[in-house]
């Protein structure tokens, strides 16, 4: 157990739903970051948020819409998904949100957009 | 420059035998070099992780060899088990800048 606890594990959508994925973090971290993995890819960051605030977003398409209420809950909402999005999402925390802290991972939702 | 470049893909060992998996970068700013373990189902963990003042860390069977002029540093798994069959990833940061991810490596373990 890591600490981090996302949901669901597993989400088939269609392209015209909507659906959100949760995060859940018991450390007491003060960063909060989504994750795309796709096979035979790096690790992607997507967006980051310090104390609650959004610091980083990767070029990630609007159709991504993260949300932070507070240090130990994180949201990926997600709307007019197309096929190429299916991939692991994975959520993380860590301390302070340097670098050179090590992240602590959930273990991801699998999703499929068909 | 800011990528991280990993290999090999997948490697599979005999149980008992040295799995080694390699990654190489080009930014000579970066200060922070991480290994990171994926069980299937899981996520990532932090396995081991070595800072460029130093050339080698050992912690148990795992050790991370660290070579600062050719900008490449390895993963060295001794006695690998069955157990230790899991995606493997190395990364690196410079600063507080967020961390750079290589592409990953499947390893098996075969009895």
């Known amino acids: 157990e890591t600490g981090v606890t996302q949901t669901p594990r597993h989400l088939v959508m269609g392209m015209t739903n909507k659906k959100s994925l949760k995060c859940e973090q018991h450390l007491g971290h003060n960063a909060m970051y989504w994750y795309k993995q796709s096979a035979k890819k790096p690790l992607e960051l997507m967006f980051v948020?310090?104390?609650?605030?959004?610091?980083e977003n990767n070029s990630v398409p609007s159709r991504f819409s993260p949300e932070c209420p507070n240090s130990s809950h994180l949201f990926l909402h997600l709307h007019t998904l197309q096929p190429e999005d299916s991939a692991l999402y994975l959520c993380a925390s860590s301390q302070g949100g340097a670098g050179n802290e090590k992240l602590f991972f959930g273990s991801g939702t699998q999703l499929s957009v068909l | 420059q800011q990528q991280v470049k990993q290999s090999p893909q997948s490697l599979i060992v005999q149980k008992g035998g040295i799995s080694i998996i390699n990654c190489a970068y080009e930014n000579t700013a970066f200060d922070y070099f991480p290994w990171y373990q994926q069980f299937p189902g899981k996520g990532p963990a932090l396995l081991i992780a070595?800072?460029?003042?130093?050339s080698e860390k050992k912690e148990g069977r795992f050790t991370i060899s660290f070579n600062k002029s050719a900008k490449q540093f390895s993963l060295h798994i001794m006695d690998s088990q069955p157990g230790d069959s899991a995606t493997y990833f190395c990364?690196?940061?410079?600063?507080?800048?967020?961390?750079?991810f290589g592409t990953g490596t499947r390893l098996q373990v075969f009895p």
């Open positions: 948020y310090n104390f609650k605030e959004q610091t």
């Open positions: 990364a690196a940061s410079k600063g507080t800048d967020k961390l750079i």
């Open positions: 070595i800072r460029p003042d130093v």
